[in-house]
């Protein structure tokens, strides 16, 4: 496994505008997680965490500053190279799941595989039932996403992040939706599957005892984290 950090940001600026205010929310981020390791995030709702995961994500870019993935720096690169290789090193997992809703919970999970272009079709499949079996859905692969409970789309959401052994997970709120127990289980599966895999994890949480498990507890506060 390479040494370079799983991600490295420095100087990350960000503010919106709206009408004639500008709204600054990351002010200056420095932020770095080594390969394997486990990092939560906290703070106050509205500080900043959704749109830190956003930029360190590549889903939105920064007013200054730089996001390396891998050590590969995102600025180089164009729409299409960044969609693949954001399949490629890093794996999302949001509070609502985004499953896409016309396709089968196995269709699902291909999905990020396909944009990755990582190996062949059969392959893929059968790393994807694998997958399923992992988050123990196995015989799930055939349901569409509408008739599954939310603990296991959110389950399935998990296997497609993984499926194609990213470096990283970003992990926003993926708990938030869902009952204490089936919250606490969603949890323990992410937390195990990253270790087992030697993922990193950055895991944007309002529950403090799930941010407590983390190799590294960070609070955004002010459009910076707390040292
Ligand atoms: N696209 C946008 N345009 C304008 N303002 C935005 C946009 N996205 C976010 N904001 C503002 O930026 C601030 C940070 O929002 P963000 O969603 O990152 O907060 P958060 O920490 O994730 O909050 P929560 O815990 O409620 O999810 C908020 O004040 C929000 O209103
Ligand atoms: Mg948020």
Known sequence: MSDEPAIEVARLAKSYRTGAVQLPVLQGVDFQVAPGEFVSIQGESGCGKTTFLNVIGGLETPDSGYVKWNGVGLDGLN???????????????????YLVPEIDV????????????QSSAKDSVAAAKTMLERVGLGDRGGQMPATLSGGERQRVAIARALLTRPRLILADEPTGNLDERTGNAIMDLLESLCRETQTALVLVTHNAEHAARADRQLTLTKGCFDA
């Open 79 to 97: 729409r299409n190279a960044l969609a693949r290789e954001r399949a490629r090193f890093i794996g999302i997992v949001f509070q609502s799941y």
């Open 106 to 117: 196995l269709q699902n999970v291909l999905m990020a595989m396909r944009i990755a272009q």
